[in-house]
């Protein structure tokens, strides 16, 4: 039975198993936070949500260095195998000043401090446990990935469903980040089988490579840096600018859109091995089909959030739904957006994986001007809009840099007379 989890299955039913396994994980991160926003103070809640932004850009960051770059390897199974488990060593070392870094603001801040403390700790294998979700969609093993974040699912929902009932006391969000990090932690026993595995097949890659120049890893990692991270980090700056209660809104509001990043994960982990093996104009049906379904999905998504009835957001989010309401159309304007970019990124892959580094620099500029002239014109809503304006803009640029390159490329191939 053990051996199954780290069979090749065919492409198909990975891709299919890497949507549900998105889906599991995205479960996972939506029932932790509606628990938290249900059982903690609407001030408690902010608290959490800091570090669990916090977290998200973090691995946000690990799946930029090491797993975008890893599901672009080429090769036998031994070699991606070795490949694998570099990557996962790679993680756990990285992990090392990430979190001397939040020791050193949990010190710093004191309204944060034990949910930081708590992340710091189970840091390290919560990137060893990303990293494998890539290294099992390229070893098209997706099935391990589906029983570590199902195992995880599992943990979460009896460890929160016990605290409702009181059994660790009053809920606090140090209490809550514990409960999940804890959850996270059971969810690796299937990793601890998959690891040395994999290494039997005999290769061995140094993780070091990813500190040399030419590592892709460095480039989108600067991607995600100038786009999400700098994004979802003005949302922290927006908890000093306008009280925690406001970073709570709007996590609570992506919460909501949750559905939205199973598939847009899944486009990021998934997708190239399966559309590069098209020829060019049938890749660009599929691209053009994609990005349209994506965004048909996030403004269906949007309008069923809109005609949402108080009671049932309340029931969601408990007192953060009051303020949550009316972050609903930008946040959902945003997902639009941030679909259509998220396929044109993949594309752009496909052709020249250094062809989106300077559109995604310059959209982190364009972020943080109008986060805070929005901010300055109507507090949190305003930045919110301004956050949404920007991510049209970065989605037309990568528009045009897509269909400026698939021209360039057609008349590449095309013979001389």
């Known amino acids: 039975m053990l051996d199954h989890l780290v069979r090749p299955i065919s492409r198909r039913r990975s891709a299919v198993l890497g949507i549900v396994d998105q889906g599991l994980s995205s479960v996972s991160n939506f029932f932790i936070v509606i628990a938290a926003a249900r059982l903690l103070s609407a001030e408690e809640f902010g608290a959490f949500s800091v570090v669990f932004i916090t977290y998200s850009i973090i691995i946000g960051g690990y799946q930029a260095f090491i797993g975008q770059e890893l599901v672009l390897a080429n090769g036998d199974r031994r070699y991606l195998a070795a490949r694998a488990v570099a990557a996962c060593r790679a993680a756990l070392a990285l992990s090392i000043p990430v979190v001397v870094v939040l020791v050193v603001w949990a010190i710093l801040v004191e309204e944060v401090r034990g949910p930081l403390v708590v992340l710091a700790i189970i840091l390290g294998p919560l990137a060893v446990h990303e990293t494998a979700r890539f290294g099992a969609a390229l070893l098209d093993s997706t099935q391990l990935a589906v029983a570590i974040d199902a195992v995880w699912v599992g943990a979460v929902a009896v460890l929160i469903a016990l605290c409702a009932l009181g059994v660790f006391g009053v809920p606090n969000a140090t209490m809550v980040t514990l409960l999940w990090g804890i959850a996270g932690l059971v ?80 486009v990021v982990a998934f997708t190239i091995p399966i559309l590069r093996r098209f020829e060019p104009r049938v890749r660009d049906r599929w691209t053009f089909a994609l990005a349209g379904a994506l965004a048909l999905v996030s403004a269906t998504l949007m309008v069923v959030l809109l005609v949402l009835p108080d009671e049932a957001g309340r029931l969601l989010l408990g007192d953060t739904w009051a303020g949550a309401r009316t972050l609903l159309v930008p946040i959902g304007v945003q997902a639009i957006a941030l679909s259509i970019s998220t396929v044109c990124v993949i594309a752009l892959r496909m052709i020249d994986p250094k062809a989106t580094l300077w559109i995604r620099l310059a959209g982190a500029v364009i972020v943080i001007i109008l986060f805070f002239v929005g901010f300055g014109i109507d507090g949190v809503v305003g930045a919110i809009w301004g956050l949404c304006v920007a991510a049209i803009i970065q989605a037309v640029l990568l528009a045009i840099q897509y269909a400026r390159l698939r021209v360039s490329e057609e008349l590449t191939v095309q013979p001389s007379d």
């Open 187 to 266: 969810s690796l026993v299937p990793l601890a089988f998959f690891v040395p595995r994999i290494r039997l097949l005999g290769n061995h890659i140094e993780f070091r490579r990813v500190f040399e120049r030419r590592y892709l890893g460095h480039r989108f990692f600067g991607e995600f840096f100038a786009v999400r991270a700098t994004s979802q980090g003005l949302t922290i700056v927006l908890g000093g600018l306008a009280g925690l209660t406001a970073t709570g809104a709007l996590r609570g509001v992506s919460t909501l859109f949750g559905p939205l990043n199973v598939l847009l994960n899944a």
